[in-house]
């Protein structure tokens, strides 16, 4: 009993010191999204301003580039920040075909000019 108990508390004890020493990420992700147009641009705008660490850059509705920034989160693998972009865009009724063309993290800190 001692020792399940002792093997919990130091799971968790793990599990709290991964959170407090999770690394914090600025992401940017540029991205075509065909057929964006107007009404893309606006839904894309509605869903990204509510979310607090998405921001929209840059777009141009004729080409249907994007780019994104994502402040302060915890992901700066490729795969995951594509997940977050995708999810973004379909809060934003945007199901077209959107081709990720780069996506750059760098992590947060001091010691950064």
Not at 5 to 13: E, R, S, V
Not at 22 to 37: S, W
Not at 54 to 83: M, R
Request: net charge negative; aromatic share 8%; hydrophobic share 45%.
């Amino acid at each position: 009993m001692l020792r399940s108990i002792t093997l919990a508390l130091f799971m968790l004890g793990s599990t709290m010191a991964a959170s407090l020493f999770a690394q914090a990420y600025d992401v940017q992700v540029v991205l075509q999204v065909q057929g964006l147009g107007n009404e893309g641009h606006a839904r894309l705008s509605a869903a990204v301003a509510k979310d607090s660490h998405a921001n929209l850059e840059y777009d141009c509705t004729w080409t249907g580039v994007v780019v994104l920034k994502f402040s302060d989160v915890s992901f700066a693998e490729e795969a995951d920040a594509i997940s977050y972009t995708r999810r973004l865009l379909h809060d934003a009724g945007i199901e077209g075909s959107a081709k990720f063309l780069h996506m750059h993290a760098e992590q947060l800190g001091s010691g950064k000019c």
